[in-house]
Each structure stands twice: as C-alpha cells, then as structure tokens.
C-alpha cells in the first residue's frame, strides 16, 4: 500500500484553507471548484461504504497526532493536516469533528438529461430550505426511491448543510441537479403530486409502484410546470386541522405509503 503524501498546515493564508472555507460557507462552491467536502466520521464511512473513493483526507493536527487516522487515509495519495485551531474555523458544526474528506464533483454530480426513466423518483421543485432538502433524500433512500430530480431553485443538492441533514443518503441516491421539466417529461413511471384541497386522501389512494413523487415550494407548492404532469393528486389526512405540513414531514409521508404499497405488491 503507498503512503500518503501528507502536507501540514498552519497559516489560513493556505490556497487549500481558503477554498475549504469557500467549500463550507458558499453553498454552491462546489459547483465553482469541483469539489465537495464531508465533515465527520459518519459522513465519510457512508461515502466509502458506497465505493466512493476519496480525492483527499483532512485531519486536524490533535486527531492525527494520537495515531487514529490511519484507518481513515488508507489508498488515498494525499492528507493534509491542519492546526487544531484552522480545523475549528473550517468546521460547520458545533463541536468539530477534526477530520474530513475532500471529494471530486465530477464524479458524484449528474445534470439535466442524465435521467433513469423507471427509476422511482422524488422532485423537488424549488425547495429553498436545505434541511428540508436534506431529510427528503434521507426519506428518500430509506423508503426505496433511487432517484431525486431537483428543478432550479431547489437548494444545492451537495452544499454542506444538505449533505449533514441527508446523513449519507446522497451515496445511495442517483442525483440530478437543474433539472427541467423536460426531465420530468422523459420519466416512465406515473407521477404523483400532493395538495391540501383536491385529490383522494393518501390513506385511501391506490397508488401505484413504481412512481415518481413531486414536492413543491415550501409556500408556493407545486409549480404549474410539474403540476401539469401530474397524474395522481393526493391529500394527506390532517384531523387535527392544521392548514399545512412542512415539505419534509409531507414527502416522509407520501414515500412512506408508497413503500407500503410496493411491500403489499411483493406479499
């Protein structure tokens, strides 16, 4: 096995610290750089469990100095170590997690017409919130959906904040970022939608599997481009009358019954 170039670093006046910042402050540096950051132990295992092979490691100068990074740089041709404290002004957490990974985008980001027509699928149609972002791809690789579609406007699929609230999902998901609705128009599969005023209630829906879920605008709901496709409406059941869900709960929901589904098709 070769060793690692290992290159250590203790000025912020470094190229690598300032686009490491740039990677965690601007949500769509990755997009500029090329490259995606993963903050943590929990974030990095899931990219290696899914075969993703890392372009570089990061440690801070403390974690690698006790000797139990080595498990974590294993093939990898380059590791920076950092002084505790620029670990700390890179961190996007509250307690830093003294290591990281530094990926190639190519690798990882699929754009406009890279779409699996049978695929079920999950859109996202101008979610601006990165959490509620995060938690549907979760939602989605847990409940069996391969696919997410995210339309312009949709929060940056690869920006930290999405990465930390999707805890990994994104290795298991086929991600295609700026999609139309042309995209849409290629799936293969029905495409359902939800609203607070028309369509069966979920719990009594015949819904179809394989199919392609769309998500809409935190306020707005689904847009008239993606609503036009839709060949299944849905509401959600809310006895307690409140006017709405958040998107992120709602999706949760909605994959979950077609996860159902999908079970009482194998039974």
């Avoid at 990926?103 to 699928?121: E, I, K, P, Y």
């Avoid at 999405?162 to 998901?173: D, I, S, T």
């Avoid at 959600?236 to 869900?245: F, M, R, V």
Wanted: hydrophobic content about 45%; aromatic content about 6%; proline content about 4%.
């Amino acid at each position: 096995m070769k060793t690692p170039s290992v290159v250590h670093i203790a000025s912020r006046d470094n190229p690598l610290f300032k686009n490491l910042r740039r990677l965690i402050h601007e949500p769509n540096a990755y997009r500029k750089q090329g490259k995606i950051w993963l903050e943590g132990d929990h974030l990095c295992r899931a990219a290696l469990e899914r075969g993703v092979q890392p372009e570089a490691a990061v440690f801070s100068r403390g974690l690698w100095e006790q000797g139990v990074a080595q498990g974590w740089h294993a093939g990898l041709r380059r590791v920076h170590v950092l002084e505790d404290a620029l670990f700390g002004q890179l961190s996007g957490l509250e307690s830093a997690a003294q290591m990281g990974y530094v990926l190639d985008a190519a690798a990882m980001l699929q754009h406009r017409g890279n779409v699996d027509a049978t695929a079920n699928t999950v859109i996202l149609d101008r979610i601006q919130d990165a959490g509620n972002v995060g938690s549907i791809l979760r939602s989605a690789s847990a409940l069996g959906f391969k696919q997410v579609l995210a339309l312009q406007g949709t929060a940056a699929l690869w920006s930290p904040k999405v990465l930390r609230a999707g805890m990994g999902a994104h290795f298991g998901l086929h991600l295609v970022e700026s999609a139309s609705a042309a995209d849409i128009a290629q799936l293969n599969v029905p495409l359902l939608a939800t609203s607070s005023h028309q369509g069966a209630f979920l719990h009594q829906a015949d819904l179809p599997w394989p199919c392609a879920w769309a998500m809409g605008h935190e306020g707005q709901g689904v847009g008239p481009e993606v609503a036009s496709q839709a060949q299944l409406w849905v509401r959600i059941a809310q006895p307690g009358g409140e006017e709405s869900l958040n998107v992120a709960a709602a999706a949760a929901i909605c994959l979950h019954a077609s996860a159902l589904q999908a079970c009482k098709q194998v039974g």
